[in-house]
Nanobody
Framework: QVQLEESGGGSVQAGGSLRLSCARS????????MAWFRQAPGKEREGVAA????????YYADSVKGRFTISQDSANKTVYLQMDSLKPEDTAMYYC?????????????????????WGQGTLVTVSS
């Protein structure tokens, strides 16, 4: 019954910024990873950023490194994705994901493995 709910998507001009939020609710034995993924029409799902919930180590896809920042508010079970210098190719549905039992190995989180809880997605559109 664990749920993730994303918010903060929208439409922005290239070069602009957005801040996505993912709120986790319900019971989990442990959550070791929270991560952001994105998928554009006709393209494969891409891992964007991940964070180790116990320690705060972060991991990024090369395509967003230096532009996106993942962070968390552990007390409120919320993870954020600050997106700066947005490009049209960043346009996609963005999904939040997490593990529910502490099984996720943070360095591999961007592969999607062992992430068994997913949000419904929030749409980000970047115009040129």
């Amino acid at each position: 019954q664990v749920q993730l709910e994303e918010s903060g998507g929208g439409s922005v001009q290239a070069g602009g910024s957005l801040r996505l939020s993912c709120a986790r609710s319900g019971y989990t034995y442990a959550t070791n990873c929270m991560a952001w993924f994105r998928q554009a029409p006709g393209k494969e799902r891409e891992g964007v950023a991940a964070i180790h919930t116990d320690g705060g180590a972060t991991y990024y896809a090369d395509s967003v490194k230096g532009r996106f920042t993942i962070s968390q508010d552990s007390a409120n079970k919320t993870v954020y994705l600050q997106m700066d210098s947005l490009k049209p190719e960043d346009t996609a549905m963005y999904y939040c994901a997490a593990d529910s039992d502490g099984s996720c190995y943070p360095p591999l989180a961007l592969s999607g493995g062992l992430l068994d809880v997913w949000g419904q997605g929030t749409l980000v559109t970047v115009s040129s």
